[in-house]
């Protein structure tokens, strides 16, 4: 087995329900569609049939990727990790140094990450940075848009 997976209880309830309604609902859907596509006559100028086999064709992926994931997983629980730095859930408050605004991230694995929600993974380059530093610290992130210089004000889970 690879890589080992660690997500939240949540999240593997999410994934868990999105792999079972696929397997239920979406691939009776899929061959419902394939079944009406391939009513409609001549398969090799189909194009609704090539449509819905390519459908199909994603749908298995997105299965084989889910049980994959959740092979692979470990529940981790904030409770379970040390206070005294950064880690996995932590929740970080940070202070832009060059625009001089507080920004708040909490790290997460890769397959839960959500920028919109604050969600950062801590493969990403400000996840890496920040791990393993405690408050006062200060970080710089190379990234593609140019350098970061964070201070850490707050750490909690």
């Given at each position: 087995?690879?890589?080992?997976?660690?997500?939240?209880?949540?999240?593997?309830?999410?994934?868990?329900n999105?792999l079972?309604?696929?397997?239920?609902?979406?691939?009776?859907?899929?061959?419902?569609?394939?079944?009406?596509?391939?009513?409609l006559?001549?398969?090799?100028?189909?194009?609704?049939?090539?449509?819905?086999?390519?459908?199909?064709?994603?749908?298995?992926?997105?299965?084989?990727?889910?049980?994959?994931?959740?092979?692979?997983?470990?529940?981790?629980?904030?409770?379970?990790?040390?206070?005294d730095k950064?880690?996995?859930?932590?929740?970080?408050?940070?202070?832009?140094?060059?625009?001089?605004?507080?920004?708040?991230?909490?790290?997460?694995?890769?397959?839960?990450?959500?920028?919109?929600?604050?969600?950062?993974?801590?493969?990403?380059?400000?996840?890496?940075?920040?791990?393993?530093?405690?408050?006062?610290?200060?970080?710089?992130?190379?990234?593609?848009?140019?350098?970061?210089?964070?201070?850490?004000?707050?750490?909690?889970?």
């Open positions: 087995m690879s890589d080992v997976v660690y997500l939240t209880r949540e999240k593997i309830s999410e994934l868990q999105e079972h309604d696929l397997k239920s609902r979406g691939r009776r859907e899929t061959a419902s569609i394939i079944a009406e596509a391939r009513a006559g001549d398969l090799s100028e189909n194009a609704e049939y090539d449509a819905a086999k390519e459908r199909q064709k994603l749908m298995e992926l997105r299965i084989a990727s889910l049980e994959n994931t959740l092979t692979k997983a470990r529940i981790i629980e904030s409770g379970d990790l040390p206070n950064i880690y996995i859930l932590s929740v970080v408050t940070l202070l832009d140094l060059n625009r001089k605004n507080q920004v708040e991230y909490t790290l997460v694995s890769q397959e839960e990450s959500n920028f919109e929600e604050g969600k950062i993974s801590v493969a990403s380059p400000i996840g890496k940075a920040l791990l393993g530093k405690k408050i006062e610290d200060e970080v710089t992130v190379k990234v593609p848009a140019g350098t970061l210089k964070y201070k850490i004000l707050d750490v909690k889970r």
